[in-house]
């Protein structure tokens, strides 16, 4: 079994509610006809997408990039694999019926690229708060769809939870009270914009990094924290991080993303993570979109929530 994330959002338009009547799995890109054709390679099927939106485009990103989502709706994903739908501050979950189809009457909408689903939980949401940092994160997914293989422990604990209609338990009841504490004290606390770097580069190495530095104030190109994780203890993944201790309002804007591309770039980072005690714009969250698309850049945006769930799932490490 397979799981995966999926938005469904065709065109910027909410199409959840029409997914859940239809019984079906909704994604875009409707101009790009004769995808369902299997003899298409890799190639040929980008190509496809290609030459429908992206034609004038210098690079392949945009075209791979979208590409790469209908590939996994159609070709990745596969009878009984998991689909979580995230919705604001919930999410559904499906599981696969069938094979994707094309509805031709439905191109004008941007939504003709559907799949037959079974909808779990009564077609009932299930709020982010069962779920854990990872799977959260997950579901923050910059673009339409993500791969969550490997996250099918927790996706299934979040259904039994849901599905069981029992009351929240002690251990449930205990840990968003932590998580809730935690927030509280990040917002109104003992700590200032140092300490919180810190605090950064210290969860980071509880996380398994080999290395993690807060930058001086005197150095500071976009990233406030660089930490290196080593893939298969082999090969290093650099993460760079910028630093808001900020209250809810206002919330994180474009400017900061802008900023952390800047240290990206200058790091030569492989990803960027904006980690905040406070929330995101929508326009934050798009740039960051436009980023993955344009650029090939991916980028993180960890509210305040967020951040004391991991705190409280993986320890602050030593002071």
Not at 162 to 175: E, I, L
Request: overall charge negative; some cysteine.
């Amino acid at each position: 079994m397979q799981a995966f994330v999926l938005r469904i959002a065709p065109s910027e338009i909410d199409r959840v509610p029409e997914a859940l009547e239809n019984n079906q799995l909704i994604i875009g890109w409707a101009d790009a006809e004769g995808l369902l054709d299997d003899q298409l390679d890799w190639a040929a099927f980008r190509q496809v997408v290609r030459d429908s939106y992206y034609r004038d485009d210098k690079t392949l990103h945009r075209a791979g990039a979208a590409a790469g989502h209908m590939w996994r709706f159609i070709r990745e994903m596969a009878r009984g694999d998991l689909v979580v739908v995230p919705y604001g501050s919930n999410f559904y979950v499906a599981e696969v019926a069938g094979d994707a189809i094309y509805l031709p009457e439905r191109s004008s909408e941007d939504s003709a690229y559907r799949r037959p689903v079974n909808w779990l939980n009564a077609k009932q949401p299930i709020p982010r708060a069962y779920a854990k940092s990872a799977l959260i994160s997950r579901m923050k997914v910059q673009g339409t769809s993500a791969s969550a293989t490997d996250l099918l422990d927790e996706i299934r604990e979040c259904l039994e939870v849901a599905s069981s209609g029992a009351t929240p338990s002690f251990h449930s009841d205990f840990q968003s009270s932590l998580v809730e504490r935690a927030l509280n004290e990040l917002r109104h606390g003992r700590i200032d914009s140092f300490g919180f770097e810190n605090l950064i580069k210290n969860l980071f190495r509880s996380l398994g990094a080999k290395e993690a530095r807060v930058v001086p104030r005197n150095q500071d190109k976009g990233a406030d924290v660089v930490a290196t994780f080593l893939v298969a203890e082999t090969f290093p993944l650099i993460v760079a991080v910028q630093a808001k201790h900020w209250q809810p309002e206002p919330p994180v804007d474009r400017h900061v993303i802008d900023q952390l591309v800047s240290g990206m770039e200058a790091e030569a980072a492989d990803l960027g993570m904006v980690i905040t005690t406070g929330t995101y714009s929508d326009d934050a969250s798009r740039a960051a979109k436009e980023y993955l698309e344009n650029a090939g850049m991916k980028i993180e945006l960890v509210d305040g929530e967020q951040f004391a769930k991991m705190i409280i799932e993986h320890g602050i490490g030593e002071s």
